[in-house]
Every structure is written in structure tokens, then in C-alpha cells.
């Protein structure tokens, strides 16, 4: 290229940016007319940018025509890429913001073109122009390119995250049969998710709901949450279903929430609301990754509540649960003072759930229980109870029998498990305490029960003291 053809494009460059109106109009009512949505979703970003019209993206591209323009791009292309994130996140296509550029390529040609017609140089100053304006909007349609890809990852991260968390949930609520721990495990994992502040769960007892649990929510505050089937402040924006039969509502107000109401076989179990007080406007996705979490909550509720009306063994390891073997060992002890027969109560606890569960999950410290109760069942009588009492304690009610019989069986429980412990059949070490207590005339179980869990404390002690000891002889 010739520096005259330079200098002409200069000069052009200083004509054409001094009267703009008529070619910025026309450049923005074809922006309007062919693609309504960028005119109708300006992201905020943009206002941000020194160019918030045609007429004012029209001149800074004719300044690019100039060798020494001073138009600072490179802060541009970075706040292009940020409003063509937002651009994605509304939905409008990456192929708009590329055609629109084009509409200010074609505009920007044109000018130039019509100025230098009948020019010796017209071939020249148009090739150049389009070789200066190339760069600027090549860069500018890397960015929006950019933008759309960090989108893109962005929601691929949060479907990653949302995948996790379902299965995260699902896991936690395939093993409680707590309505409490139900309720708080589906709230803090979806608070943890959707990145929210606050929320509440309800469950239904008769034929009303009663607050079943809260997070970071100060006292009273859950009133501000509208319950599902109650009126309320917050207005209903948007409506879904999960895949099972739990409706979402996206409610408006104070909060910015979801509210879901948790239903299954037809039946609404309860509902919960999560939400926060900072600007946030919630995705269709977010909905139903809040519809797939109460379908979840629904069905475990359900469960518990089946549980609670028939159940009367522990869902892990089949012995009896503890309601079950409290009246059990009454009886039992009922039965002894009736008849003056003996009974023997024996106390487990396997002291080292919490460190299984810990170091190695909850899927590997439920084999250890499991193990636990196989080897307590296979010791014991068929006349005895064997029951599990908590997370990692377990009883046995033995009628007829005395502290001596009760050892028997506790030797072989132990020997047992010694012996998976040394030959490697379980995937942790199996550690435990056992107590005994004998009754005695005018003892209730709740007496036989506290001597028990003496012996057990005294047991738990002395093998900690032992195991110390070992460690400090190899050390």
C-alpha cells in the first residue's frame, strides 16, 4: 500500500467520524430489525463501555482507520467477552453479535467506499480500510466467541455440581430414616449448590405442616417464607415439575426463592423454600435441580414415614431398632421379676464408626455395622434379642442367662471379629467395647442398661490404654 493511500484513508477517517448521525441510525434499525433480541437484552456490561451507541461504535471503527489511532481496544475486547457472557446467559444466539458486527463492517465499507469513488487510490484506501477494520472486529468476535465458551464451561461446571450434589443427597438420604436429618440434608445441600443464603423445610403432620428445620435463618424469620398452600408476600413468577410429582415455584419478594412442595404417591409430605436476599434471577436448570431434590426429600419421607408406622427392625442390619428392643428387654425384665429367672444385658459399641465414616465414608463404616451385627447374630441364642440402639451402639437382652453366659457370648463375638480383623475380610479394622450387667430383683432395664454401659465405658478405657500402650512400645 502507498502512504498516500494512507493519508487519504486518514483523512476520510476525520471527514466521516465528523457527521455519523445518518449512518448510525440506519446501522442500529438494521441491528433492530434483523436480530430484536440484542436491542431488547443490552447486558449490563455494556454500560461499562465508552461505546453505548451506533453512531458512537460507528466512529470509534472509523478511528481504527487511522495509523495512529488511540481508540483503546484491548479494554474493549475484554469488556466485549464479559457482555457476551451475558449475552449467553439470556439466550441470544453468538450468530447475532456476529451478524451485527457485520452490519457495522458493511456500513463502515460503504462510507469508505462512496467517498473514494472515481479515486485513482479507491482500490487501495478499500483494501486497506477493510485490512485495519478486519483486525479490530476479528479480535472483537474472538471475544464474544470467548465469552460464549466461558458460558458454556460455566454451566457445564454447575450441572457438574448439580449432578454431584443429587447424588451427594440421594446417598445421605438412602440411609436416614430421621425426618430431621431428611429435612436439614436436603436443605444444605441445595443451599451448598445454588449458592443461596437461607431456607426452610416443612413436613406434614396431620393435616397441617410443621416446621421441620431451618438454616441460616434467624428465629421467626421462617415466617417470611410463603409455605406451600398458604398465602403469602412472595409473588409466584415461574412454575415447574420434577420428574416425579414435587411442583417448584421461582417466588419473588424480599427473598429471591424457590419454594417446592414435597409430593409423592399422589400425597404432599411437606415443602420447603430456599432463597436469598442478594439480586439473583434463577435459571430453568435451577428449578429443576430443586424439583429433583424434593422428589428425592418426598421419597424419604415417604420411607420414614412408612418406617415409622411398621417398621420394627433397623433398615441396615435387620436386628431389632430401639423402640422395639426397649420393649423387648422390658418385657424381658418384666418376665424375671415375675418368675425370678435371670437375665443378662450385654452392651456394644463399635468406638471407631466415627474415624471409618471419616477416613474412609459412610458406604464403608455401614460394612462395618453390618459385619458387627452378622457376628453378634451368629453368637447368640435364638430366644435372645439382638438390637441396634444408635449409629454405633448395640444391645443384646439374654433371658435366662447370667454374666457368665453373656461373656461366653462376648468372647466369641470378639474372637470372631479378631479373627476378620487379622486375615484382611474387612476392608477397615473393626474395633468395639462391650459392657455387662446381670439383674438383680427390683432392677427396671433402664437400671440394667446404666450398669451395662459402666462395664462398657470401663471396657472402652482400659482397651484404649492398651492399644496406647502398643503404639508407644513400637515407637
Given at each position: 500500500m502507498t502512504e498516500r493511500a494512507s493519508d487519504l484513508l486518514s483523512e476520510l477517517s476525520d471527514r466521516l467520524t465528523a457527521d455519523l448521525q445518518d449512518a448510525g441510525t440506519a446501522a442500529s434499525e438494521a441491528?433492530?430489525?434483523?436480530?430484536?433480541?440484542?436491542?431488547?437484552?443490552?447486558?449490563?456490561?455494556?454500560?461499562?463501555?465508552?461505546?453505548?451507541?451506533s453512531s458512537q461504535f460507528l466512529e470509534a471503527l472509523y478511528r481504527t482507520l487511522r495509523i495512529d489511532s488511540s481508540v483503546p481496544w484491548a479494554e474493549?475486547?475484554?469488556?466485549?467477552?464479559?457482555?457476551?457472557h451475558r449475552y449467553a446467559e439470556k439466550g441470544v444466539p453468538l450468530e447475532s453479535?456476529?451478524?451485527?458486527?457485520?452490519?457495522?463492517?458493511?456500513?463502515?465499507?460503504?462510507?469508505?467506499?462512496?467517498?473514494?469513488?472515481?479515486?485513482?487510490?479507491?482500490?487501495?484506501?478499500?483494501l486497506l480500510a477493510q485490512s485495519r477494520l478486519g483486525d479490530v472486529l476479528e479480535h472483537l468476535n474472538s471475544s464474544f466467541i470467548r465469552g460464549y465458551l466461558d458460558y458454556t464451561e460455566a454451566r457445564h461446571q454447575a450441572r457438574q455440581t448439580e449432578l454431584h450434589g443429587l447424588y451427594h443427597i440421594a446417598s445421605a438420604l438412602g440411609r436416614s430414616l430421621d425426618v430431621t436429618e431428611i429435612a436439614?440434608?436436603?436443605?444444605?445441600?441445595?443451599l451448598q449448590v445454588l449458592n443461596l443464603q437461607a431456607g426452610a423445610a416443612w413436613v406434614r403432620e396431620g393435616a397441617r405442616l410443621k416446621l421441620a428445620k431451618t438454616l441460616g435463618l434467624e428465629p421467626g424469620q421462617e415466617?417470611?417464607?410463603?409455605?406451600?398452600?398458604?398465602?403469602?408476600?412472595?409473588?409466584?413468577?415461574?412454575?415447574?415439575?420434577?420428574?416425579?410429582?414435587?411442583?417448584?415455584?421461582?417466588?419473588?419478594?424480599?427473598?429471591?426463592?424457590?419454594?417446592?412442595?414435597?409430593?409423592?404417591?399422589?400425597?404432599?409430605?411437606?415443602?420447603?423454600?430456599?432463597?436469598?436476599r442478594l439480586p439473583r434471577t434463577f435459571e430453568p436448570s435451577d428449578l429443576q435441580f430443586v424439583a429433583a431434590v424434593a422428589d428425592q426429600i418426598a421419597v424419604a419421607l415417604d420411607r420414614a414415614r412408612q418406617h415409622t408406622k411398621e417398621a420394627r427392625t433397623d433398615y441396615l442390619t435387620g436386628l431389632a431398632n430401639r423402640p422395639e428392643f426397649e420393649r423387648a428387654i422390658d418385657r424381658a425384665v418384666a418376665a424375671s421379676e415375675r418368675h425370678k429367672r435371670r437375665l443378662a444385658l450385654m452392651m456394644i459399641d463399635l468406638y471407631n464408626l466415627k474415624q471409618i465414616n471419616d477416613e474412609h465414608g459412610h458406604h464403608v463404616g455401614d460394612e462395618a455395622i453390618r459385619v458387627l451385627a452378622h457376628e453378634l447374630q451368629r453368637a447368640v441364642r435364638a430366644t435372645d434379642t439382638c438390637g441396634r440402639l444408635g449409629g454405633d451402639e448395640f444391645g443384646v437382652a439374654m433371658p435366662d442367662a447370667d454374666e457368665h453366659h453373656a461373656s461366653d457370648v462376648a468372647a466369641r463375638v470378639r474372637h470372631s471379629l479378631e479373627y476378620l480383623n487379622r486375615a484382611a475380610k474387612l476392608p477397615v479394622r473393626v474395633d468395639f467395647s462391650i459392657g455387662i450387667a446381670a439383674w438383680k430383683p427390683g432392677m427396671d432395664w433402664q437400671a440394667m442398661y446404666q450398669e451395662a454401659d459402666k462395664e462398657l465405658y470401663i471396657d472402652k478405657r482400659s482397651r484404649h490404654a492398651a492399644r496406647k500402650k502398643v503404639s508407644d512400645a513400637r515407637s
Open positions: 441491528i433492530r430489525t434483523s436480530m430484536p433480541e440484542l436491542v431488547l437484552t443490552v447486558p449490563e456490561s455494556f454500560s461499562e463501555m465508552p461505546i453505548r451507541s474493549y475486547y475484554v469488556l466485549a467477552r464479559e457482555a457476551s453479535l456476529m451478524e451485527a458486527m457485520a452490519i457495522f463492517r458493511r456500513a463502515v465499507i460503504s462510507g469508505i467506499t462512496g467517498e473514494v469513488a472515481g479515486s485513482p487510490y479507491a482500490d487501495e484506501v478499500v436439614e440434608v436436603g436443605l444444605s445441600e441445595t415466617s417470611e417464607f410463603s409455605v406451600s398452600g398458604r398465602p403469602g408476600p412472595l409473588k409466584v413468577m415461574e412454575i415447574a415439575t420434577g420428574p416425579a410429582e414435587s411442583r417448584v415455584d421461582r417466588i419473588a419478594g424480599e427473598w429471591s426463592a424457590i419454594r417446592a412442595e414435597l409430593r409423592t404417591k399422589g400425597v404432599l409430605l411437606g415443602a420447603m423454600t430456599v432463597a436469598t
